[in-house]
């Protein structure tokens, strides 16, 4: 299926590339349906592209390829909508962000996908973690954010 985006153009993607968030994104919690795409100018940066509406992309990192001691906190009620079967299919995003001219990850507030079931869902964890973890590592040739 054909879908578009104002970042990447018509992008095709399968029916089992779509990524269902029961309860939404914070702050997006009517837009339900996602898909992950790869930025082809940063390997390191992946964008979680709306369906419902093409302007809509949430850019996206592994957190561990930052702070490889990073875990994502939670409780098991919260992490009863993936439907999880075991840890090992369970991938973990943080949301980027841009303060002071530098980029950030959200630490506090993690997106979690089973990728067996192609669930997700965006948790706050049950111990505190940087809302603007800096990433000075990373180029400064990121797309027009969200």
Known sequence: MQIMT??????????DDILVFPNGLIGFEQHRHWVLLADSQNESVGWLQCLSNPQMAVPVVSPRRYVPEYQARVSQTQLEALQLADEDSLYVLCVLGKH????????QAPVLVNLDRCLGCQVVTIDEQPLQHALRDLPLTLRKSA
């Open 6 to 15: 104002s970042r990447f153009g018509s992008v095709s993607i399968e029916a």
């Open 100 to 107: 002071e001219g530098e980029f950030t990850m959200n630490l």
